[in-house]
């Protein structure tokens, strides 16, 4: 296949001097492309004749090597060895972004392809109440997620958001660093820890074995927290210091300036990370296994008893699907489904934000 | 309106590098005070020592007095807003508020500090800035459009209508007219010489024609070394300085034979 085009003489590879400017011969457009889908072809070839039967994890290994080096080694025999090594990076991170999207792709196609069967109104309208088998849904695992996330946006924003300004306009020295350095690692730290430690705290209180929706919304909170910190700490560093001054000059206060001039020029991008937040809360499971519990019932009260989100529903329509188990199942993929679409959902929420209230130019 | 400052023995420092050493000057009021001086030599620093927006920068601090009429702005007791709110500034870059319309760009003085105005004054006040910072005309029919969304020189004569706006007893320019074209500076400078009728004015520039058509008062400063302190070599009337100066330093920098 690589014969279609033309090799240059090896002894002159690229340039031909004849004007000022040095002009090189180039492959045709697409021959990159065609090379390295050849590489691909001989890859996966090689890789069924050395296993006996298709392999996908083998192709793609023989392939891409088999691919790059085609096109190396054509380019740098007709074009010359700049333009090599340019066509090398190029296949190389073209590449890289191809198998990154592999998992992310299979794992959008399976979640639908499994996820859409029970994606029906009686999923949305039921809980697991009494139900055996066949039907029921996760209306009790909706709401519980909505109103868990939203306790927990209710005691991380504030917090999180006056920290982040305490970290900005107030820290100096020794303290804004060591606090710095905190919150980087709690926004590391693993969120069962975070569970045992709302689990923890809540025992002291009311006992061991409680389980509070309440509970679950702190567990996450400390999850939490510390990411909507960080990202309005950086949206905070942004807004130009001129702005400040400007403020200060007119005799305007500290916290006035910081509640009418610093926040309302970084509202876009408090409001995207506190959205980025609470999508990176949402779908923890291990925290809220320990601290909220599992139930079947609807319970609207996170100050009572216990409550079911969708990622613990899902995880126990996974485990413990009931008998006959495949209804179970079917129902923990569309939880999943549901799970992504709220993510997403929140994204999209979060690039409206940052579209709306950038600050406009009027040009 | 306008008020006298005096300013003996003043040394600003930033941390512990000592930016600007013993100035003793003093301000006439209704006048134009230009400063002029080589890049780093503590120019801007001084000038924001007049309203303590050096503090602002961590580390900054100052030591000496400025006495603005009888009072002085280092003391204990005296509140740096309140000082601010008496001393206007213009900074070098113009910088509106980009969250903000033209109209309320203006009023954002009386506004953030909350002080309650009927929207008939409001709209008296923007009028009056506007024109007093001879912008009125370009915009009064634009006055909801963001205040990022004009020229270079409008944002600053935006930014100064701003500053004039809180009526400010002494009014601060920090190299106002760097960023701008001859004819948006000449509107500034026209501009100046109408606001020395109220204010005391203090200007640093870079542009010596500018200092000696605008300034009744000239201060040159100096340094004598890298890392050494900058100092005020020589203060007095503007047809002095450029005319018959004191000081051998002040005529090389002025005739260009500077260094």
Not at chain 1, 273 to 292: K, S, Y
Not at chain 2, 8 to 19: E, R, T, V
Not at chain 2, 222 to 246: A, C, D
Request: charge should be positive.
């Amino acid at each position: 296949m690589s014969t279609e085009t033309p090799l240059a003489p090896a002894a002159s590879p690229g340039a031909t001097s004849a004007g000022p400017v040095r002009t090189q011969r180039r492959l045709p457009r697409f021959a990159a492309t065609a090379l390295f889908v050849a590489g691909v072809v001989v890859g996966a070839l090689l890789a069924a004749l050395t296993t006996g039967r298709l392999n996908i994890a083998l192709t793609v290994i023989y392939g891409v090597i088999l691919g790059t080096l085609a096109v190396y080694l054509v380019s740098r025999s007709v074009e010359g060895r700049r333009k090599a090594t340019d066509r090398l990076v190029t296949t190389v991170v073209t590449s890289a972004f191809a198998i990154a999207m592999v998992p992310l792709v299979s794992l959008l196609y399976t979640v639908l392809d499994n996820g859409l069967n029970r994606f029906d109104s009686q999923f949305f309208n039921s809980s697991m109440l009494g139900v055996v088998g066949e039907g029921g849904g996760a209306y009790h695992a909706i709401l519980g997620t909505v109103i868990i996330t939203a306790l927990t946006t209710l005691i991380s924003v504030p917090i999180g958001l006056l920290a982040a300004i305490y970290l900005v306009e107030y820290g100096t020295g020794r303290l804004k660093k060591v606090l710095t350095f905190f919150v980087d690692v709690m926004t590391g730290i693993p969120s069962i820890v975070a569970g045992l430690f709302a689990f923890a705290l809540f025992a002291l209180f009311f006992g061991p074995g409680v389980r509070l929706g309440a509970m679950g919304a702190v567990a996450l909170a400390v999850l939490m927290i510390p990411v909507v910190v960080r990202s309005a700490e950086e949206v905070l560093k942004l807004v130009p210091n001129e702005l400040r001054e400007a403020s200060y000059a007119l005799g305007v206060p500290k916290w006035r300036t910081i509640l009418k001039v610093v926040i309302p020029t970084s509202i876009a991008g408090l409001g995207t990370g506190v959205t980025l937040a609470i999508a990176r809360v949402i779908g923890e499971t291990a925290p809220l296994l320990v601290t909220t519990g599992f139930v079947n019932g609807t319970n609207l009260n996170p100050f009572d008893g216990r409550m079911t989100a969708l990622p613990v529903f899902s995880y126990y329509q996974l485990t413990q699907p009931g008998v006959p188990p495949e209804f179970g199942i079917e129902r923990a993929w569309t939880a999943a489904l549901v799970l992504i679409m709220l993510v997403m959902a929140l994204n999209v929420v979060a690039r409206l934000i940052s579209r709306l209230f950038a600050p406009k130019t009027g040009r | 309106m306008a008020k006298r400052i005096d300013v003996s023995d003043l040394d600003i420092f930033y941390g512990n590098f000592k930016a600007v050493e013993g100035v003793n000057v003093s301000i006439e009021p209704r006048s134009i005070t230009a400063l002029i001086g080589p890049s780093g030599c503590g120019k801007s620093t001084f000038l924001r020592s007049l309203n303590r927006m050096h503090e602002v920068i961590p580390g900054a601090r100052v030591e000496g007095k400025v006495v603005i009429d009888g009072q002085d702005l280092y003391g204990a007791d005296v509140d740096p807003v309140d000082v601010r709110r008496q001393i206007g500034m213009v900074f070098q870059r113009p910088n509106p508020f980009p969250t903000m319309s033209i109209y309320d760009n203006v009023v954002a003085g009386v506004r953030l500090n909350s002080t309650r105005m009927r929207k008939s004054d409001l709209d008296d006040l923007v009028e009056r800035s506007l024109k007093g910072a001879n912008l009125w005309n370009e915009v009064k029919d634009r006055l909801n459009r963001p205040g990022s969304g004009l020229s270079g020189g409008q944002q600053q004569r935006l930014c100064i209508a701003r500053a004039i706006a809180v009526e400010p007893e002494v009014l601060l320019m920090d190299e106002p007219c760097s960023a701008l074209d001859p004819i948006s500076t000449l509107a500034i400078e026209d501009l100046m010489t109408e606001l020395k009728e109220q204010f005391t004015i203090v200007i640093v520039t870079h542009n010596m024609q500018q200092a000696a058509r605008v300034s009744t008062s000239t201060g040159f400063f100096n340094l004598s070394g890298v890392g050494q302190p900058g100092r005020l070599i020589e203060f007095n009337p503007t047809e002095k300085i450029f005319s018959n100066p004191e000081e051998k330093a002040t005529e090389d920098y002025i005739s260009g034979r500077f260094g």
